[in-house]
């Protein structure tokens, strides 16, 4: 498997902000918008281009255009919800699918409730986005999901924000072949399977639900 971490300084700035428990639930819903675009920039890297027909004002040419049909972005619900605008406001045409999964407060293990997914995943690339990698069970549960769906590992990219060693682990563990792309590596989980440092909730800080 494949670990990006993603260090630019205009992203490591707004995760420094995201991660103080001063910053309100407004301006934490803009910075996961605006970090997740910015990562979007290093996850889409490999993306394939088409050539395309086009006339300038001048005269005809060929240029290079992403298919966008062929980009499926799946948010883990809740929190992943917060990262899709600033995706999709690079790539407009990409569908949306969605799998919903919490995890138990008192097992830690994933629950799923939810699932609906764009036709064709098996024919898509996959950006599966969470901000939070913590024990990694939604994620891996979610990329089980998604497989038992159609989707093939090669084609499965995991973005978070902010990923635990013990997350990278089990995420590794469950497939090799997926891509993770992180902003952060954080020191470990606390015993209740919070990211330290870590920015708390992610759901709840989206979302007002403290
Ligand atoms: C959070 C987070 C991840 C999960 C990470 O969601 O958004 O989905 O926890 O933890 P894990 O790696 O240990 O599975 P949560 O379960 O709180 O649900 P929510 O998004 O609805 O708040
Ligand atoms: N989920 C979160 O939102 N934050 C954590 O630190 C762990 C799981």
Same mark, same amino acid.
């Given at each position: ?57 001048? &005269? ?118 997926? &891509? ?31």
């Amino acid at each position: 498997m494949s670990l990006k971490i993603i260090d630019h300084p205009l992203i490591q700035h707004k995760l420094a902000i995201l991660r103080s428990k001063d910053t309100g639930a407004k301006d934490f819903r803009d910075l996961v918008e605006e970090i997740s675009m910015l990562m979007a920039y290093e996850s889409t890297r490999n993306i394939i281009l088409e050539e395309v027909e086009i006339e300038t004002p001048l &005269e005809k040419t060929r240029a290079k255009a992403i298919l966008g049909k062929k980009l499926g972005i799946i948010p883990i619900l809740r929190a992943g919800l917060g990262m899709v605008n600033g995706i999709l406001r690079l790539i407009p045409a990409a569908k949306v699918g969605h799998i919903g999964v919490y995890r138990d407060h008192n097992t830690l293990k994933p629950v799923d409730y939810y699932s609906k997914f764009p036709e064709d995943l098996a024919e898509r690339d996959i950006l599966l986005l969470d901000p939070m990698l913590a024990t990694g069970g939604s994620a891996a549960a979610s990329v089980e999901f998604l497989k038992n769906n159609g989707a093939k590992s090669e084609n499965i990219k995991f973005m978070c924000l902010v990923a635990s060693p013990q997350g990278l682990k089990t995420l590794q563990g469950c497939d090799s072949e997926i &891509e993770i792309y992180t902003a952060s590596v954080d020191r470990t989980l606390n015993e209740k399977g919070y990211i330290l440092p870590g920015l708390g909730d992610a759901g709840d800080r989206l979302f007002g639900t403290i």
